[in-house]
């Protein structure tokens, strides 16, 4: 064993080693553990990174598939040669598990919530939006279904390329037009939506709200408006900018002349007349 500061170097049982769910994946990948107990080879499983929360207990940062597959292939006792930290937090434990891994395909949810944990600013202050509403994207409970909300790129997105502030009106007029239920707010939705309340600072929220509600039942009603808009005109554009053009020329109708709202770059690219 070679210590090195608050790192060191140990065999320890597979049966010691465990996953603390709340700063790691929500589960493992039983296609990787199948495949690598079909050929298992020494020579390429690596060393796992532990975090030392006990004298005999090791949450498992990276390796947990490896180290569930050399368990289940020669039992709970079989020796793990890993690189052990000591006096991790969980947010160390999560930013570790999140640098480790970021090349690898970690599903949107679970990178959600170990930034969450580690203490990203954006996911952190999107977080922050999403409860207030009575939301939420990651929690590991029995929540009720219609509270959460599986957009949670596009809700990470909302606040990166425009502002907290952009996110909380998007999620309050979606709310107010149709009701408190996550299914409502897409990624097309949050997406549109977001570029509609950044592109047009002074939009009447009432206004806003009546159009949604008087045009589309629900959330789920816009986004497949606009996606059927895609497809029959063959228009090369993303579907949160057709929701934005859709959500603008309904909002329109109750204005007269320079009441109206106009072309926006953000919304409809280069200016055809510019």
Not at 80 to 105: V, W
Not at 134 to 159: E, F, K, P, Q, W
Not at 202 to 221: C, I, P, Y
């Amino acid at each position: 064993m070679t210590e090195d500061g608050s790192k060191f170097y140990a065999e320890v049982p597979a049966s010691h080693c465990f996953v603390d769910r709340s700063v790691q994946r929500t589960a493992l990948v039983s296609t990787t553990i199948k495949r690598i107990m079909a050929a298992p080879d020494p020579k390429k499983f690596g060393t796992p990174v532990l975090s030392q929360r006990a004298s005999d207990s090791f949450h498992i940062i990276e390796g947990a598939n490896r180290i569930e597959a050399w368990r289940r292939l020669y039992g709970d006792d079989v020796k793990i040669y890993a690189e052990i930290h000591t006096g991790l937090t969980h947010q160390h434990e999560a930013e570790m598990f999140y640098d480790l891994n970021a090349k690898h395909d970690i599903n949107p949810v679970d990178t959600y919530r170990v930034q969450l944990i580690a203490g990203d600013k954006v996911v952190t202050a999107a977080d922050e939006v999403v409860t207030r509403h009575s939301y939420h994207c990651a929690a590991t409970d029995r929540r009720a279904s219609v509270d959460r909300i599986r957009a949670v790129r596009a809700i990470v997105l909302a606040v990166e390329e425009h502002s907290a502030d952009t996110l909380d009106q998007v999620l309050g007029i979606g709310t107010s037009a149709w009701s408190h239920d996550g299914a409502n707010f897409s990624s097309p939705i949050i997406g549109g939506l977001a570029l509609f309340v950044d592109s047009y600072p002074a939009f009447d929220r009432s206004k806003l709200v009546e159009t949604l509600h008087m045009n589309w039942a629900s959330g789920q009603v816009l986004k497949t408006r606009a996606q059927t808009m895609m497809t029959t005109s063959g228009a090369r554009t993303s579907r949160s900018k057709l929701v934005a053009q859709l959500v603008r020329t309904e909002y329109n109708k109750k204005f007269r002349g320079d009441n109206r709202l106009g072309y926006h770059s953000k919304i409809d690219g280069l200016n055809p007349d510019a």
